[in-house]
């Protein structure tokens, strides 16, 4: 069972640079998410989309965009990427609501 | 933003050792979830806790909601290397209002 897919693993981008992080799921799930996860600061949500075709803001917005391209598919991009932006990113969905998160393996990205 | 603090930030203990960990707020939480993150993976759900002073238990795993629903613990009974990974707890304050804790990475030594 596959479950949720983020690709890439690893990237390294230099300031200024533009990159879309992307993660399906296979479980027929309603609801995803995307987190950044820092030292000592936990999962911080950046954007939402609690069913297909609807998108919302989380705690850290700013500097990302997103894309619920269909019932498995979201997106998330950087349009200039920026040193603050280094962090592990996590692709997250769930079914009905109250129903645990799965999570994805995350993108380690390096911003320089 | 609903600040959930846990407690100890690191924590190294050899095998067989009880510990436990806390996750704090000055908030209210409808419910509360502990997950556990091994290295190069995501977190992965352990428990759920929803009514105020409910205690559940996961085999050596015992976990407590606070009366108040503010707060959380972690008791692990005779720690063993497999346990070693990163703990974190998240409290629930909407449909989709899940705050994580700054985590407490416990190491395990055989």
């Known amino acids: 069972n596959a479950g949720v897919t983020q690709t890439p693993k690893f990237q390294v981008l230099k300031t200024g640079q533009s990159m879309t992080l992307q993660c399906a799921q296979d479980m027929n799930h309603n609801s995803m998410y995307w987190y950044r996860q820092d030292p000592g600061m936990g999962l911080r949500l950046i954007y939402y989309?609690?069913?297909?075709?609807?998108?919302d803001k989380g705690e850290v917005p700013n500097g990302y965009n997103v894309s619920r391209l269909n019932k498995r598919e979201f997106s998330l991009r950087l349009e200039s990427a920026a040193p603050s932006q280094t962090s592990v990113y996590f692709c997250a969905s769930r079914g009905r609501m109250g129903s645990p998160l799965h999570f994805g393996n995350g993108t380690r990205l390096t911003v320089t | 933003t609903q600040l959930l603090e846990q407690s100890p930030q690191f924590l190294s203990i050899q095998e067989g050792e009880n510990l436990t960990v806390y996750c704090n707020s000055s908030?209210?939480?409808?419910?509360l979830q502990w997950y556990r993150q091994e290295p190069g993976e995501g977190p992965v759900l352990l428990v759920t806790?929803?009514?105020?002073?409910e205690v559940k238990k996961l085999k050596r795993l015992t976990f407590q909601f606070g009366d108040a629903r503010k707060d959380s613990s972690l008791h692990i009974t005779a720690a063993q290397p497999g346990d070693t990974g990163l703990y974190l707890c998240a409290g629930k304050t909407g449909a989709n209002n899940l705050f994580f804790g700054t985590g407490t990475r416990l190491t395990v030594i055989p």
């Open positions: 806790v929803v009514t105020g002073g």
């Open positions: 989309s609690a069913s297909e075709g609807t998108t």
């Open positions: 908030s209210v939480f409808s419910s």
